[in-house]
Each structure stands twice: as C-alpha cells, then as structure tokens.
C-alpha cells in the first residue's frame, strides 16, 4: 500500500533550523514528483518546493528561497526538506505529496498528486 510518512516538525527559535522527511512506502520516490506543502491557520494551503522525478529538478516558492532545501535520497526512498532561518512566518502544518504524473510549477507546488502524508507542525516562535 502506498504511503508517505512525515516527520521532524517542532517548536524551534526564529533563525533555527528543522530538518523534515517524507517517508514514502509501497513506491520509489525517484519515479514521483514530490511536493512540500504548508497550511497555516486561517490560510490557504500554498506549495513550499518541489523535486521533479528522475531528473531531480527542484522548485522553491519566492518566500523560502535560499532558505529552504529539498533533496531525495533514494537508499532512503524519502524525500527532505532541510528548513534554515526560519522565521515565525513559516509555522504551519507540512505536508508531503507525490505524483506518478505529476510535475513541477515554477513556484514549486506540485501539480497532480496521487498521495498525501498526514503532515507535521512546524513552529517558529520565541
């Protein structure tokens, strides 16, 4: 049965560091475009950074550019999301998403995705 598991979300101090993985089981996340998403309270859901399947290309949304990284590490068969200067702005519910079909928009959201992680909370605060 396919699964995506995430995990590593915390209370963290503004300018810290969080390092989130997606679990996946029951597929290979090279052949799956893998997304990040964030949902704060009160806001909609808004796409976070995106790997491309096989070719591994990657995609960040203009607010965490240079602050946010994401990587697929396929001994693992998981995905990460390693989160530097973080700031209050990025406390939310993450969540992971893949897609057989799916693919990359320039502002890093995945577009057609097949499967959902039950997300992690990340908070930023002092």
């Known amino acids: 049965q396919e699964q995506l598991v995430e995990s590593g979300g915390g209370l963290v101090q503004p300018g810290g560091s969080l390092r989130l993985s997606c679990a996946a089981s029951?597929?290979?996340?090279?052949?799956?475009?893998i997304g990040w998403f964030r949902q704060a309270p009160g806001k909609e859901r808004e796409g976070v950074s995106c790997?491309?399947?096989?070719?591994?290309?990657?995609w960040y949304a203009d607010s965490v550019k240079g602050r946010f990284s994401i990587s697929r590490e396929r001994a693992k068969n998981t995905v990460f999301l390693q989160m530097n200067s973080l700031k209050p702005e990025d406390t939310a519910v993450y969540f992971c998403?893949?897609?057989?079909?799916?693919?990359?928009?320039?502002?890093?959201?995945?577009?057609?995705?097949?499967?959902w992680g039950q997300g992690t909370q990340v908070t930023v605060s002092s």
């Open positions: 029951g597929f290979t996340v090279d052949y799956y475009a």
């Open positions: 790997i491309s399947r096989n070719s591994g290309a990657k």
């Open positions: 998403a893949a897609g057989r079909r799916g693919y990359c928009a320039g502002d890093g959201r995945l577009m057609e995705s097949n499967y």
